[in-house]
């Protein structure tokens, strides 16, 4: 052995430097300092562009992005058209109608303003909004809580920005309810076959353990038709339907001329769902 | 042999114990079911062999594209238009869920989940 410590020590320091160099020098040839820079900058484009499809944004008109505007007057002249609007869309989607508050489903439910509305409290709120009750559905919000919650995508946002169930993938782990800041989900505690008044042939039913919500009727817009919901107040325009991304469509040409409301914006989950008041 | 007078039984015996499910159930065997098919409807959604053998990935696959990509386009078939669905459109020609699908099913002893929520037509 004619290999001394020092030898060894003085291979083993150049080979480890030739190694610490090397790597970097391959990095730097493989990816380019320059794709480097090119890269954080298509980043951070992309979040922009994630962006203007939100409000403060441009949003791109060859792109969906349904949504709705309620009018709380026209419910207030009309107090009967409220119920009519549940019914409606609670016998369309066979929604169960269980006796127990507990285990209570709903799409679409009427409730009062400041329920609604408990950002904005009014201690001295007018009569009209005292008396009546409003419509309050799923917001099919543009940045959805729900979704990012879902550990198997049950729930996710489509194409045209529908926030959309699939009933056959949801494991009833109800991490979308606890992340929804609008009560808008609710779980089928009970089976719910038996508790179907009138049932609907052409839409199923959910078993016991899903959660369930208003999905926009996405299988009657699908086909050309308006939801259910706004179908019920017929011309009454108290509900108004149609694609927030296409400025000359009628729920935009609303949204020009009435100042609106939604529920809880401070959140930043940008809600589909307006409110004339 | 030594103890053959043991052996030879004890392996008779146990040959017909662990050939009891051959012998207890001999005759019983249960025939090859007979699904009922649609009178007024001649050809399906895939031919025979196929539609068979592919129905569940068929049906997933429709599930996804209508659910999931959103896709509610139809199909033609024999000059008629038809959606993407078991109970607008297979159960429109397979009326009766007992005489059609749940004769191979129980067969086959499989217990697909479809009807926890959708709803079989009427009988």
Redesign the interface.
């Known amino acids: 052995m004619d290999n001394k410590r020092r030898n060894f020590l003085k291979v083993a320091g150049i080979s480890t430097l030739a190694g610490l160099g090397g790597t970097a020098v391959i990095d730097r040839l493989v990816t380019g300092s320059t794709s480097v820079r090119a890269a954080a900058a298509a980043d951070h484009g992309s979040n922009q562009g994630e962006l203007s499809t939100g409000h403060e944004g441009r949003p791109d008109p060859s792109t969906k992005r349904y949504g709705m505007v309620i009018d709380i007057k026209k419910f207030q002249q009309d107090p009967s058209l409220g119920g009519r609007v549940v019914t409606a869309c609670h016998s369309v989607h066979n929604v169960p109608q269980f006796p127990d508050k507990k285990d209570e489903i709903k799409w679409i439910w009427m409730t009062n303003f400041e329920n609604a509305f408990p950002d904005s409290p009014n201690l001295y709120l007018d009569e009209a909004t005292e008396s009546h009750q409003l419509p309050l559905l799923c917001n099919h919000c543009d940045k959805p809580p729900c979704v990012r919650a879902c550990p198997t995508k049950a729930t996710f946002r489509n194409k045209d920005g529908v926030v959309m169930m699939d009933f056959h993938r949801c494991i009833g782990c109800r991490f979308c309810m606890a992340a929804c800041p609008y009560g808008s989900r609710s779980f089928n505690w009970r089976e719910p076959a038996p508790f179907v008044k009138n049932l609907n042939k052409d839409f199923p039913r959910r078993m016991r353990g899903v959660v369930e919500k208003c999905s926009f009727c996405a299988e009657r817009i699908g086909l050309g038709q308006q939801p259910a919901c706004v179908e019920a107040c017929g011309d009454s325009k108290a509900m108004v339907f149609g694609n927030l991304n296409d400025p000359e469509s009628e729920i935009r040409k609303l949204l020009k001329e009435h100042h609106t409301i939604q529920r809880n914006p401070a959140l930043g989950t940008l809600p589909s769902v307006f409110y004339i008041v | 042999m030594y103890d053959s007078g043991k052996i030879i039984p004890g392996l008779i015996i146990f040959v017909l114990f662990i050939t009891i499910p051959i012998w207890y159930n001999r005759g019983t065997a249960a025939s090859v079911p007979k699904p009922v098919l649609p009178k007024d409807a001649k050809t399906c959604v895939l031919p025979a062999a196929e539609i068979r053998a592919e129905h569940m990935k068929l049906l997933n696959s429709w599930?996804d594209e209508?659910?999931?990509?959103?896709d509610?386009g139809t199909f033609e078939l024999e000059g008629k238009q038809y959606q993407k669905s078991l109970?607008?459109t297979c159960m429109k020609c397979h009326t009766s869920k007992k005489q059609f699908c749940d004769t191979c099913h129980t067969y086959a002893s499989v217990k697909p989940?479809c009807w926890?929520?959708?709803?079989a037509?009427?009988e």
């Not at chain 2, 209508?66 to 959103?70: D, N, S, Y």
């Not at chain 2, 926890?116 to 709803?119: E, N, R, S, V």
């Open positions: 599930r209508v659910l999931r990509t959103g509610r109970m607008l989940y926890d929520c959708h709803i037509p009427a």
